[in-house]
């Protein structure tokens, strides 16, 4: 691809069949759960089940929505991917390099000393990592900001914000949220990760957010709510979500905790998980077999 002229991924839809667009994001969505293993087992444990969990959002991302230059991770007319919960960088790792952005033997380095893939995103470390996230609720606050002054320079680039359904615990989201809708800022695309569970246990036995989408509505967003695990859906949403005008829009996206891989999908302890030596081929296994059904 000759980057001059064209960027990366340049909003296929409409300008290649459906069938491939979702055949292209389904081999990429297994390719970023096997790089989260491959860099999981590096450590041994990790926030594994939200990366397998959040695959099939990121693929459907960086292989269909997002505009990027991979040689050129500063690119101004880019597209702004935000990530919020910086414990999910592990799974970003994986996009980024199915992108192209980062050395795919890179990954190998995953949370080792002098390694630029720290456990928690690092802005300051990593190319494409547009924030340090970790601290939950600052996202969405510097995506609005992001958003207000890309329109001020008149530039089209949109910015796209992955927060977790814990994060919606945080007052600073809902005060970006207001001030978001309040500008009008459409070139804004949220995406919540609605795995039902967070550090401190169950979601829902923590703070109860539901009804999310009534509550993004009322806050003057446009709110889709879908599988986060089904590409077909994921990719009709983003293409609703690419047309809609006037107020800035939110996908929420339910997923499964180690979505692909059912020893992990089914492991009681899943927020921060420890995953035994003998376990990781079974793992890498149980996910080739998914592929195939």
């Excluded at 040689?71 to 919020?84: A, I, M, N, T, V």
Aim: proline share 4%.
């Amino acid at each position: 691809m000759n980057a001059s002229t064209s960027p990366a991924v340049a909003n296929t839809a409409g300008t290649v069949d459906r069938a491939d667009r979702i055949t292209r994001i389904r081999e990429a969505a297994y390719r970023i759960r096997r790089n989260a293993l491959d860099m999981g087992e590096v450590q041994g444990q990790g926030y594994i089940g939200q990366a397998l969990g959040v695959a099939d959002v990121l693929a459907v991302v960086y292989t269909d929505q997002l505009r990027y230059r991979p040689e050129d991770p500063h690119w101004p007319d880019r597209d702004r991917f935000l990530l919020s919960i910086g414990h999910y960088a592990i799974a970003l790792y994986a996009a980024l390099a199915e992108a192209g952005i980062i050395p795919g033997e890179e990954l190998e380095t995953y949370g080792s000393d002098e390694s630029r893939l720290p456990m928690s995103g690092m802005a300051s470390y990593t190319p494409g990592m547009e924030i340090s996230g970790g601290s939950l609720g600052h996202g969405l606050t510097v995506a609005t900001g992001m958003a207000l002054g890309l329109r001020h320079q008149g530039n089209a680039a949109r910015v796209f914000n992955l927060l977790s359904d814990g994060e919606l615990d945080e007052g600073s989201t809902w005060e970006a949220a207001l001030a978001c809708a309040h500008h009008g800022l459409d070139n804004v695309t949220a995406m919540v990760d609605v795995n039902a569970l967070q550090a401190d246990g169950p979601t829902a036995g923590v703070l109860r957010t539901e009804p999310v989408t009534d509550k993004w509505r009322a806050f003057g967003w446009h709110a889709l709510r879908v599988d986060g695990n089904d590409i077909p859906a994921l990719v009709d949403a983003f293409d609703e979500l690419r047309a809609h005008r006037g107020s800035p829009s939110v996908l929420i996206c339910d997923t499964r905790i180690g979505r692909g891989v059912p020893l992990l999908e089914t492991r009681e302890k899943a927020h921060f998980m420890r995953v035994e030596e003998h376990e990781w081929q079974l793992a890498r296994t149980q996910l080739e077999e998914g592929l195939t059904r």
